[in-house]
């Protein structure tokens, strides 16, 4: 699937998404990825989301986020809601989506000048 790029001041806007691979700035990578306006992490070491924990929540509230957005592949799959107690004691705002969804939603929130975390499962 391609996006239509508006009038958004990052490079870190993503292109494009199908399973398996993510375009960001004319280069298309294939592993799960962390990506924010100023700065794309690739790598994010995550296999699937039943590893999610406290721990790698953490490592990405780090960054401080207005919002983080989780893209859990092809289909949407909740962590326990507990875990996002940190999110709601800082005031970030947090979704759970399939990672198709995560890409748009990343790039509306990148277009309103948020600064948004998408953790990317590819």
């Not at 721990?55 to 962590?79: K, S, W």
């Not at 107690?85 to 929130?109: F, K, S």
Request: a negative charge; glycine letters at 6%.
């Amino acid at each position: 699937m391609k996006f239509a790029q508006d009038q958004i001041n990052s490079k870190y806007v993503i292109e494009a998404y199908e399973p398996g691979r993510i375009q960001v700035a004319n280069q298309i990578f294939r592993d799960n990825m962390l990506i924010m306006p100023d700065r794309l992490l690739q790598a994010w070491d995550m296999s699937c989301m039943d590893d999610f924990d406290g721990e790698q929540l953490q490592a990405l509230l780090v960054h401080q986020p207005d919002v983080l957005i989780l893209g859990t592949g092809r289909t949407q799959i909740f962590p326990h809601p507990s875990l996002f107690a940190a999110c709601m004691q800082a005031g970030i705002g947090w979704e759970v989506m399939p990672t198709d969804a995560a890409c748009r939603t990343y790039n509306i929130l990148l277009g309103e000048d948020r600064r948004v975390l998408a953790a990317l499962i590819l």
